[in-house]
Nanobody, 121 residues
C-alpha cells in the first residue's frame, strides 16, 4: 500500500516561512515526478511546483522566487520551502507523486491527504 503523507502546514504571518514535507511510503519501485498543488474552496486545484526525478523544476508564476521545491530520493521525500508568504497563499496544499509500485509495471498517480497553510496577521 503506497501512501503519501504531508506535514509542515500551519499558521504563519504575512512575510513568514513554512516548509512542507511529503513522504512516500510503502512498496515503491521508482518515483518519477513529484509535485505540490493547492486548492482553495470553490476553485480548481492549481499546480504550484513540480520536480522531476532528475531535479528539473517548474513553478507557477505566482510563487516564483518565493517557493523552492526539492526532493531527497533516498528518503522518497519531497519538500516545499515557502518564503515571503502572502495572504493569497492560504489554502490546502496537496502533494502528488507519479510512481511505480513494487511488482507492478504500470505508473500510477498518488495524492496525499492535504495540509492546511494559513497566512494571516
Amino acid at each position: 500500500q503506497v501512501q503519501l503523507v504531508e506535514s509542515g502546514g500551519g499558521l504563519v504571518q504575512p512575510g513568514g516561512s513554512l516548509r512542507l514535507s511529503c513522504a512516500a511510503s510503502g512498496s515503491i519501485s521508482s518515483i518519477n515526478a513529484m509535485s505540490w498543488s493547492r486548492q482553495a474552496p470553490g476553485k480548481q486545484r492549481e499546480l504550484v511546483a513540480r520536480i522531476s526525478s532528475g531535479g528539473t523544476t517548474y513553478y507557477v508564476s505566482s510563487v516564483k522566487g518565493r517557493f523552492t521545491i526539492s526532493r531527497d530520493n533516498n528518503k522518497n521525500t519531497m519538500y516545499l520551502q515557502m518564503n515571503s508568504l502572502k495572504l493569497e497563499d492560504t489554502t490546502v496544499y496537496y502533494c502528488n507523486a507519479v510512481l511505480t509500485p513494487l511488482g507492478i509495471r504500470s505508473v500510477n498517480n498518488y495524492w496525499g491527504q492535504g495540509t492546511q497553510v494559513t497566512v494571516s496577521s
